[in-house]
């Protein structure tokens, strides 16, 4: 979990939410259940990068269900969009990482 203030309440999304999915208490010892090979330099860089964004005033996460709708379905709750920006008129990604509990 990631709590840092500036991330607010979206912070604890940047990594996996279930318990089951991950393990480890340092990025060193991080396993994740889907991912082999990762790079804790890179994580680093990643999350400093998204913090960097945000102190900026920049969104870099999406809510994409209102409060009524994660009342209705408590599952929503751990669902939105990190943004990581692009270059104007280059090529893009769109990367949903998914569930795979269901």
Do not use: C, Q
Request: no cysteine.
């Amino acid at each position: 979990m990631v709590d840092d203030p500036v991330f607010g309440d979206y912070g604890r999304l940047i990594f996996p939410v279930n318990s089951g999915y991950m393990s480890g208490n340092t990025l060193g010892s991080l396993r994740l259940t889907w991912y082999n090979n990762t790079d804790s330099n890179k994580t680093v860089e990643i999350v400093n990068y998204l913090k960097n964004h945000a102190e900026a005033g920049e969104t870099v996460f999406y809510d994409i269900y209102t409060d009524a709708e994660k009342a209705a379905d408590p599952a929503k709750r751990d669902t939105g969009l990190f943004f990581f920006k692009g270059d104007p008129g280059a090529k893009f990604a769109i990367v949903n990482a998914g569930s795979g509990d269901r």
